[in-house]
């Protein structure tokens, strides 16, 4: 998941920078309007959580690596958008100081699994989960569901990136300047290695810890506190 340096082109590599820098000013205005104090130390282990389970990544064919992210999870316990920031600061360090994924990619790579993963995988546990009982089987079943779907999702969005390239960037003989290989090979060898192997893990690693969330303290699921802050808002209007 982590794209190098030299495998995207800067039409590319720009594109993202330009989406990805509102993102992160919105993602913060959004922290500091929902965040509780109680949940500030989870952002913190949120983020070290993410970054020590992408160190353990495996080279897959045609340039870039599959690893499980949490991005899921971050994104059902915290809100999409606090996964956006947990993430991406997680990407960065991981950037700036071992060089894992490149320096002009990370905002392509925040955007595929800081953004992408958490609100693909909250808005799918969401509608998997439905009304049921925060404690019910069900919601366990969902977030494993999401954790699997979120990165495959991810990987999907990698490999077009990848594939794309060939296209925008070539030499006046259409030999390739940065990825080499076309969407019918980046696609399939990005989405098949997760689907068949990484988002797997990503979907145990979900359902193992909001099962444990389960058993200990639910309210502090995102969903759970924003149906909370509803229910104060609808009590003060008709006060």
């Not at 595929?112 to 009982?133: A, R, T």
């Not at 089987?137 to 969005?157: D, P």
Request: proline share 5%; aromatic share 12%; hydrophobic share 50%.
């Amino acid at each position: 998941m982590h794209i190098p340096d030299g495998y995207l082109g800067p039409y590319t590599y720009t594109a993202f920078w330009i989406i990805m820098i509102p993102i992160w000013y919105y993602a913060g205005k959004k922290l500091n309007a929902e965040l509780k104090s109680k949940q500030v130390p989870l952002l913190a282990l949120s983020a070290a959580f993410s970054f020590v389970i992408m160190m353990f990544n495996v080279p897959i064919p045609g340039g870039s690596t599959g690893h499980a992210v949490g991005g899921a999870i971050i994104g059902i316990v915290l809100g999409p958008w606090a996964g956006v920031i947990s993430i991406s600061v997680a990407l960065v360090l991981q950037a700036l100081m071992f060089g894992d994924g490149g320096i002009t990619a990370i905002a392509a790579n925040c955007f595929n699994m800081g953004v992408v993963m958490p609100f693909v995988g909250y808005y799918i546990y969401k509608l998997i989960s439905g009304n049921s009982e925060i404690t019910s089987s069900k919601r366990v079943i969902a977030s494993a569901i999401a954790g699997y779907l979120s990165l495959t999702i991810a990987a999907f969005c990698t490999g077009v990136e990848f594939g794309i390239q060939p296209i925008l960037h070539h030499t006046a003989a259409g030999t390739p300047l940065y990825m080499p290989y076309p969407l019918s090979v980046t696609v399939p060898a990005m989405v098949m290695e997760h689907a068949l192997g990484f988002s797997i893990l990503e979907a145990l690693i979900t359902a193992l810890i909001f099962a444990y969330i389960q058993k200990t303290d639910t309210s502090i699921l995102y969903v759970e506190t924003s149906e909370a802050q509803k229910k104060e808002m609808k009590k003060a209007v008709t006060a």
